[in-house]
T-cell receptor, first 115, second 113 residues
Framework: DQQVKQNSPSLSVQEGRISILNCDYTNSMFDYFLWYKKYPAEGPTFLIS?????DKNEDGRFTVFLNKSAKHLSLHIVPSQPGDSAVYFCAASDPLIQGAQKLVFGQGTRLTINP | NAGVTQTPKFQVLKTGQSMTLQCAQD?????MYWYRQDPGMGLRLIYY???????DKGEVPNGYNVSRLNKREFSLRLESAAPSQTSVYFCASSEFTAGGELFFGEGSRLTVL
């Protein structure tokens, strides 16, 4: 049973436009949501996060929106740049267990920014 | 600043062989994790260690064992490799902070024939 789902395997966006990546979850106990970016042959790197008590968090070109009633979050990238082309993973955090941060990941969305 | 270092980066095994993936972090983090990534499946947690001396099962622990050797090192062992364990394995570490990020290594690509 997939607790975190990214239903779009791929997304293609024109450079300079807005990229919107979506993520749905089923477990209402998740307390944080994170987005990771992954380039080929590298490990995932942290992008931005949001607490379950917030509905928006912004960091430069990246904004994450959380709709708890719909169990849905989205990542907005404005403006999109060629270097943003990567696979983006949505992740949800179970509350800390003995201090460990257990993340449940979605399947990933491959974002391609076209010049 | 190395962060999280995994070895080896690539390995090919035959069914039934054993091997150990090594992971070390230099950020003085308490918690360490092993994930596997398969196409269309995202990353799935195999085992984690909340602190030195403790280990716990994640989502997909069958066929694996782990050792938290000290605060820096966390190894993953395949005792009898199976083709279903062909995957990319990622080690990660984190601090004791709710919502804090995990720092990942570059990954180890394992093929079991």
């Amino acid at each position: 049973d997939q607790q975190v789902k990214q239903n779009s395997p791929s997304l293609s966006v024109q450079e300079g436009r807005i990229s919107i990546l979506n993520c749905d979850y089923t477990n209402s106990m998740f307390d944080y949501f994170l987005w990771y970016k992954k380039y080929p042959a590298e490990g995932p790197t942290f992008l931005i996060s949001i607490s379950s008590i917030k509905d928006k968090n912004e960091d430069g070109r990246f904004t994450v929106f959380l709709n708890k009633s719909a169990k849905h979050l989205s990542l907005h990238i404005v403006p999109s740049q060629p270097g943003d082309s990567a696979v983006y993973f949505c992740a949800a955090s179970d509350p800390l267990i003995q201090g460990a941060q257990k993340l449940v990941f979605g399947q990933g969305t491959r974002l391609t920014i076209n010049p | 600043n190395a962060g999280v270092t995994q070895t080896p980066k690539f390995q090919v095994l035959k069914t039934g062989q054993s091997m150990t993936l090594q992971c070390a972090q230099d950020m003085n983090h308490n918690s360490m994790y092993w994930y596997r990534q398969d196409p269309g499946m995202g990353l799935r947690l195999i085992y984690y260690s909340a602190s030195e001396g403790t280990t716990d099962k994640g989502e997909v622990p069958n066929g694996y064992n782990v050792s938290r050797l000290n605060k820096r090192e966390f190894s993953l062992r395949l005792e009898s490799a199976a083709p279903s364990q062909t995957s990319v394995y990622f080690c990660a570490s984190s601090e004791f902070t709710a919502g804090g990020e995990l720092f990942f290594g570059e990954g180890s690509r394992l093929t079991v024939l």
